[in-house]
C-alpha cells in the first residue's frame, strides 16, 4: 500500500522552493545551498557536543588524555651518536702485585654498597694497594646476611679488574692479626687525599675502611679513575648466575604478557615515608606510626636520634611534600603517567617493597593502570623462595628489570633510582623519566582544589614541564650555586646518576 499522503506533501513542499520548469542553473544552486545549510548543521551540533564534554567533570579513573604517538611514549630519546666508553689511556699501567691491603666493609643498601665498591676499587687503585673482596652491610636496616658471592659473581669481579687492581678472597692468615689502620675515609675526596693517605703504608700494612659509600668525588678525577669506576660498576659487578638468570626469565615473561612495559619504582613503603617524614594524604594514626618509627630510623647501625647528622628539628611533613622532597603517593603516580599519555593498558613493574597502606593504596593507581605487576606474579614460588629474607637479592632481580624495562620510572630519588639512571644513560640513554616532584605537587594541589581538571591542558601542561626530562644525553651537574665549602660537593649530581662525560663519548672513544 502506497502512502500517497506522504509523497503529496514531499512534492508540495519541493514547489514551494523550485518553479514547476526549473532551470538547470536554478537546480545546481539549489543543490549547493541544500549542501551549505547541512554542513553548517553539522559543525553547529558538534560544537555544542565538544563544549559539552568540556564541561562535563573529569574522574581520574575516566581521564581521556589527548592520544600520543607510539614513538613519542616509548622511544630513547636522541642521543646525538654517544656510546659507552671505557677505553683506558695510552699512559695508563697494569696493576702489579701488592704487599699492603684494604680491607672494607661495604654499609647500605644494594646500590649504596655497589657504587661504594665501585669506589674502593678506585681507591685502591690510586693507594697502590690490594683489595679484599668486601665485607657486605650486615646490620644496617636491612639486616640482610648475604655475602658478597651470594649477589655478586665474584670470580668474574675478581678477573675482570685484574688489569686494573690486583683483589684477593681474603686476607693472608700471616696477618689477619697484625694492627690495622681504621678508617673513615673523607667523603667525596680527590686524588691528592688518597695520596697524603699513602703515608699510612708507612707504619701499617693493612688499612680498613669502615665505611665505601661516597668515598670519592663526583668530579675533577684522572680521566682514567672515572673509567675504571664504570669498569667496575657496569662490568665487574655482575650479579651472581642465579640472579641474573632469574632476571632474565622474568624480563622475558613481562615481555611475553604486555610487550613493552615500564619498571616503576615506587618508593610508597613505610621505611621511605618515615625517613623523610612525609605523611600526605596518611590517617592520623598512620601519621603516628611513622612519627615513632622516624625516631628510631637509621639506613647505616645506629638510630637516627643518637646519630650527630640527624639531629635536626622535627620534620616539617608539608614543607617536605612543597619542597620536593617526598616520593609521589601511588594516586599521584597514575595521575602523572596518564597525563604523560600511556594509555590504561600499559603494563608497569612495580619495582619495591611493600606499599605502606597496602592495597587501600595500591588500588589508587589501579584505578588509572590496572595492569600492575609484581614479582610475585611473574615468579614461582619455588623460584623466589631462595630469595625470602634476603632483600638485597631481591633488589638485585628490580633492578634488571629496571635496567631492561622500555621505560623506567623513580617516583623518589634514592639510591637505586640514581644508579638504575646512570645504568641506563650508559646503555644508550634509555627513557628514563625523573618526575619534577616539586613542580607537580603544585598542580597536583590545584587538581585538590579544583583550580585544575584533568583532560587535554593539564595533559599538555605536564608533558611540557617533563621534556627535558626524560634521560637525553646532558653533562653532569655541579654544586648548587651559593654553597661554600665541602657542604658544596654533598649537593653534585653523583658521578653514578650520571657518567657522561667520561665514560659516555663518540664512537672513537669505544669501549675495548
Known amino acids: ?74 622511544d630513547a630519546p636522541f642521543s646525538y651518536g654517544l656510546q659507552s666508553c671505557i677505553k683506558r689511556t695510552a699512559k695508563y699501567k697494569a696493576a702489579h702485585g701488592s704487599d699492603r691491603y684494604i680491607t672494607v666493609r661495604s654499609n647500605g643498601g644494594l646500590n649504596q654498597m655497589r657504587t661504594g665498591i665501585s669506589d674502593m676499587v678506585a681507591v685502591a687503585r690510586i693507594m697502590n694497594a690490594t683489595l679484599v673482596v668486601p665485607q657486605l652491610d650486615k646490620r644496617s636496616f636491612w639486616k640482610d646476611s648475604s655475602t658478597f658471592s651470594d649477589i655478586f659473581d665474584e670470580l668474574h669481579f675478581i678477573e675482570s679488574l685484574k688489569r686494573d687492581v690486583r683483589i684477593v678472597k681474603e686476607l693472608p692468615k700471616n696477618l689477619e692479626a697484625v694492627p690495622r689502620a681504621r678508617k673513615h675515609f673523607t667523603s667525596w675526596s680527590g686524588v691528592g687525599y688518597y695520596e697524603e693517605m699513602k703515608q699510612l703504608w708507612k707504619e701499617y700494612q693493612v688499612i680498613h675502611v669502615a665505611k665505601s659509600d661516597s668515598r670519592l668525588a663526583n668530579n675533577n678525577l684522572p680521566l682514567d679513575i672515572q673509567r675504571l669506576r664504570c669498569r667496575a660498576l657496569y662490568h665487574a659487578l655482575r650479579f651472581s648466575p642465579p640472579i641474573e638468570s632469574l632476571g632474565k626469565k622474568l624480563v622475558e615473561r613481562l615481555r611475553t604478557r604486555g610487550g613493552r612495559y615500564i619498571a616503576l619504582h615506587l618508593r610508597y613503603e613505610k621505611d621511605m615515608l618515615a625517613f623523610t617524614g612525609c605523611t600526605y594524604g596518611l590517617t592520623d594514626a598512620e601519621s603516628e606510626e611513622l612519627r615513632i618509627m622516624s625516631l628510631f630510623l637509621s639506613y647505616d647501625s645506629f638510630p637516627r636520634e643518637t646519630t650527630n647528622h640527624w639531629k635536626v628539628k622535627e620534620i616539617n611533613s608539608r614543607e617536605q611534600r612543597i619542597g620536593g622532597f617526598c616520593p609521589l603517593t601511588p594516586k599521584e603516580v597514575g595521575i602523572f603517567l596518564r597525563a604523560l599519555g600511556y594509555p590504561p593498558s600499559t603494563f608497569i613493574y612495580i619495582a619495591a617493597g611493600e606499599i605502606y597502606g597496602g592495597n587501600t593504596r595500591l588500588l589508587e593507581l589501579m584505578s ?85 581538571k584533568e583532560g587535554s591542558s593539564f595533559s599538555s601542561l605536564v608533558r611540557q614541564m617533563h621534556e627535558n626530562r626524560q634521560g637525553a644525553p646532558r653533562k653532569r651537574k655541579g654544586p648548587m650555586q651559593g654553597i661554600k665549602g665541602r657542604a658544596r660537593f654533598r649537593t653534585e649530581e653523583s658521578f653514578y646518576e650520571n657518567p657522561y662525560p667520561e665514560c659516555i663519548c663518540t664512537s672513537k672513544g669505544r669501549s675495548e
Not at 39 to 62: A, C, H, M
Not at 432 to 452: A, M, S, W, Y
Open 1 to 74: 500500500m502506497v502512502n500517497r499522503g506522504s509523497s503529496h506533501y514531499r512534492a508540495s513542499l519541493t514547489s514551494r522552493f523550485l518553479p514547476r520548469k526549473a532551470s538547470p542553473y536554478a537546480i545546481t544552486l539549489y543543490i549547493i545551498s541544500l549542501f551549505a545549510f547541512s554542513v553548517f548543521i553539522f559543525l553547529f551540533n558538534t560544537r555544542n557536543i565538544l563544549e559539552e564534554d568540556e564541561q562535563k567533570p573529569n574522574f581520574s579513573g575516566e581521564f581521556q588524555s589527548t592520544q600520543i604517538p607510539e614513538e613519542e611514549l616509548w
Open 368 to 452: 588509572y593502570f590496572p595492569n600492575i605487576i609484581f614479582k610475585e606474579e611473574i615468579a614461582t614460588k619455588e623460584e623466589l623462595e631462595a630469595f625470602t629474607g634476603h632483600a638485597s637479592q631481591s633488589a638485585a632481580l628490580d633492578y634488571i628489570i629496571s635496567r631492561e624495562s622500555d621505560v623506567f620510572v623513580p617516583s623518589y630519588s634514592g639510591n637505586m633510582a640514581r644508579t638504575v639512571e646512570g645504568h641506563r644513560r650508559y646503555l644508550g640513554h634509555r627513557k628514563t623519566i625523573n618526575p619534577d616532584r616539586k613542580g607537580l605537587v603544585k598542580i597536583f594541589d590545584k587538581l585538590e582544589t579544583g583550580q585544575l
